[in-house]
């Protein structure tokens, strides 16, 4: 079956940088990538999903770019603020099913 | 447009007894995947009802079954339940066309399960 590696699990930044998040899968036949932000104690968030018919999306300050060659795909979070502090997880989907595959997550910390 | 809710919020219960969690998916919306989220890690798929029928399942043994209504809300039933059931449920609705479509899914706030 499909898996999904994120990297960082951890990642500080200051207020006004740029935050990346990295994932890889291993199933070929995914071909839907959301992304989600899920504060604590709240539900996980969707905040931006790509489709492998694009390399490239952006929404405001959220971007998310997939290689299917090399089968990753990263989320870019620029001009942090401070209510970007959160988990975030990436996600893989096949076609069939429409089962999603999370990533381990990443817990952003921006600092003031 | 209402959002998809989840009840209870929280449950406690002891090892062995069995537990329903319910979902309501958000309007419009014919899909709903069930997801087991443990602490600190990501969500698990469990499985996945489309048209009220099961469509997919994870890694999760018989005793986790679930349902899903005419409504397309539904019921995540979980029996014999043991320690390591303890975890956040989460319920995740789709507006599918086609079982072989992914489709944006939108979460429930989760039923946090503790047994003892």
């Known amino acids: 079956g499909e898996n999904v590696e994120q990297h960082p699990s951890t990642l500080s930044v200051q207020e006004g940088d740029s935050a990346v998040i990295k994932c890889t899968y291993s199933?070929?036949?995914?071909?839907?990538f959301p992304w989600y932000k899920q504060e604590l104690g709240k539900r996980p968030q969707l905040i931006i999903d790509?489709?492998?018919?694009?390399g490239e999306k952006k929404d405001q300050r959220i971007a998310v770019t997939l290689n299917k060659t090399a089968k990753h795909f990263s989320l870019h979070i620029t001009e942090t603020q401070p209510e970007d502090s959160a988990v975030y997880f990436c996600?893989?989907?096949?076609?069939?099913?429409?089962?999603?595959?999370f990533g381990g997550g990443t817990r952003v910390l921006v600092k003031p | 447009e209402t959002g998809v809710t989840q009840s209870p919020t929280h449950l406690i219960k002891t090892r062995g007894q069995q537990v329903t969690l319910r979902c309501s998916s958000q309007s419009g919306h014919n899909t709903v995947s069930w997801y087991q989220q443990a602490l600190g890690q990501g969500p698990q798929f469990i499985f996945q009802?489309?048209?009220?029928?099961?469509?997919g399942r994870g890694n999760f043994p018989p005793r986790f079954s679930g349902l899903q209504f005419p409504n397309y809300s539904s019921e995540l039933n979980v029996n014999a339940l043991e320690l390591d059931d303890s975890a956040l449920y989460l319920c995740a609705s789709s507006p599918v066309d086609s079982p072989l479509t992914s489709y944006e899914q939108y979460f429930g706030p989760g039923t946090r399960l503790t047994v003892t």
């Open positions: 996600a893989a989907s096949m076609a069939a099913g429409n089962k999603l595959t």
């Open positions: 199933d070929s036949a995914s071909n839907y």
């Open positions: 790509i489709r492998s018919n694009v």
């Open positions: 009802y489309y048209r009220e029928e099961e469509n």
